[in-house]
């Protein structure tokens, strides 16, 4: 797997090969570290080419790396790959290494689904380390065009963050032709997971026929225009939610629910921040642009309208429901025919 095993470093993990991708890749990592003073992680391996890169050049800068593979048994052999994923880390100089079957089941589909439970097999057994993650700008573009397809505002067109605990993601301005080149200075061939190349799946198709035709209709740069607009978003909504942050500090003063007369003079960008954390507080999961805005319409739009239905409650028949009473908006849980009659 590595062309040169014989070079070590002073605590005994073979050298990284002196080649511009992994070089890159190695930068990458280490700005994240340095960023984020993080000295040891944990990585998720799944034997791709983004991921194997990333626990090779997280194993040269950080002082320790934990890897983890998260088999799904989604198909004959997985558990030959994740074992071969094992021996890569092993090989590299990972300090330990973990391979975790799981048994995908959930609601969203099988790539929510799948998605759902490796993020928990590596919440588990990360052992307290923040999580190494091999997205990278393609994938980040790819999560803002899904983002513009939902249409729910900056939110979900701000991609994903370098830092989100404990998920880190140092490869977000690395190309996946870099990782795969770096693979290749390593002497490694990465596993290629059919799903990849599934059209039945939104993300394959954007990576393989939306994004090249983009680049070709508007002379190519698509990807990273998309990853540094995701940044830009980004950097503008952490300023609006800290500004929402204080708004929310300040409406629940004096009660129950929130304070109306505290809400009314703020922006409506930022109190509508600010309501949807507090919904997401209350359990209400994602509540849609439309929703949000009837929520916040009890507050500057007031003309006695009544309460907002925002989302499923904790049992069968039950929603959770916003409305405005005495200068302060309440929530609370009700059954859904009760709902439907008011």
């Known amino acids: 797997m ?3 095993t014989a ?22 990592v280490r700005a ?31 002082e320790s790396v934990r890897a983890v593979v998260v088999d799904h048994r989604l198909q004959a052999g997985s558990a030959a790959v994740a074992a071969r994923a094992a021996d890569f880390a092993r090989a590299r100089g990972c300090a330990s290494v973990e391979v975790v079957p799981v048994e995908v089941t959930g609601p969203g589909g099988l790539e929510a689904a799948a998605r759902a439970v490796r993020y928990r097999a590596l919440d588990e057994t990360r052992d307290g380390l923040p999580v190494l993650l091999g997205h990278t700008l393609d994938d980040q573009a790819e999560t803002v065009l899904l983002g513009l397809a939902r249409g729910s505002g900056p939110r ?3 991609g994903m963050a370098d830092f989100d605990d404990p998920w880190g993601r140092p490869l977000l301005g ?19 997971d059919a799903h990849n190349s599934d059209p039945r799946f939104t993300r394959v198709r954007l990576r393989t026929e939306v994004l090249p035709l983009l680049d070709e209709v508007l002379g190519g740069g698509v990807a990273p225009a998309l990853a540094r607009t995701a940044a830009q978003l980004r950097e503008d909504g952490e300023v609006l939610d800290a ?7 300040a409406a629940r003063a004096g009660g129950a629910g929130l304070g109306v007369a505290s809400l009314e003079p703020v922006h409506p960008a ?16 994602a ?31 039950t929603r959770l429901v916003v409305s405005r009473r005495r200068g302060r908006l309440d929530a609370e849980f009700v059954d859904q025919q009760r709902c439907a009659d008011d």
């Open 287 to 317: 509540p849609t642009d439309r929703t949000l805005r009837a929520v916040d319409d009890l507050i500057g739009h007031w003309r006695g309208q009544g309460p907002v239905a925002v989302g499923r409650g904790p049992g069968p028949g």
């Open 174 to 192: 690395v190309r996946s032709s870099v990782t795969r080149a770096a693979c290749g200075e390593l002497g490694y061939a990465p596993y290629e």
């Open 2 to 4: 590595n062309r040169d």
């Open 270 to 285: 930022v109190r509508r921040r600010a309501l949807r954390r507090w919904l997401a507080e209350l359990g209400a999961s």
């Open 156 to 158: 979900s067109i701000r």
């Open 32 to 62: 994240w570290l340095a960023r984020h003073d993080v000295r040891s992680v944990a990585v998720g391996l799944s034997g791709g080419a983004d991921s194997a890169a990333l626990t090779a050049a997280a194993v040269a800068e950080a």
């Open 243 to 249: 500004a929402a942050a204080e708004a929310l500090v």
């Open 7 to 28: 070079a070590r470093d002073a605590r005994g993990r073979p050298l990284l090969p002196e080649a511009p991708a992994i070089h890159e890749v190695r930068l990458a």
